[in-house]
């Protein structure tokens, strides 16, 4: 798995925000890029814990994807609450752009799982502000295909997690 280097991974926030209160002298993105390998299963269960431990909040957990359908039983397996986790289906990267930022904003979810191809810079830019006026976690995941296609020539440096 790869972090796309334009957006900080927020493990450590996640993790740290969850020990205290206090968010006070912490600036960090709420959103974060991840690059994963579709023929590798492993990538969500990278994010398992920071999932299990956002689900404690009384928000719920959003799902978006044009393609996928949450299956509530592998929730329940995972740990995560199926009585506090959405699925949304779209029918196009815009709309999934428009509706993630919506949720984002809202302040209704504790996380936002979408799995979205390439985001623009000024889509990233909006969604971490949406991000931050929700107070709400973001993961995009991209298929490896995408990135690889569009990365800078040397971009990947060995930067493999």
Not at 53 to 74: A, V
Request: net charge positive.
């Amino acid at each position: 798995m790869y972090i796309a280097p334009l957006i900080t991974n927020n493990a450590s926030h996640t993790l740290f925000s969850g020990l205290s209160n206090s968010r006070i002298g912490m600036t960090t993105n709420l959103v974060s890029e991840i690059v994963y390998d579709p023929q590798n299963p492993f990538t969500l269960h990278l994010l398992l814990p920071f999932l299990q431990q956002l689900g404690q909040q009384p928000r719920w957990q959003l799902w978006l994807s044009s393609e996928r359908r949450l299956n509530r039983h592998w929730i329940s397996r995972l740990g995560l609450s199926e009585k506090k986790s959405i699925s949304l289906r779209t029918s196009s990267t815009q709309e999934s752009v428009l509706m993630l930022e919506k949720a984002l904003r809202s302040g209704n979810f504790s996380s936002v799982i979408a799995w979205l191809p390439e985001l623009t810079q000024q889509d990233k830019e909006s969604l971490n502000q949406a991000a931050a006026e929700g107070d709400c976690y973001c993961f995009v995941l991209q298929p490896m295909m995408i990135y690889r296609n569009n990365a800078p020539q040397g971009s990947l440096n060995g930067q493999w997690h």
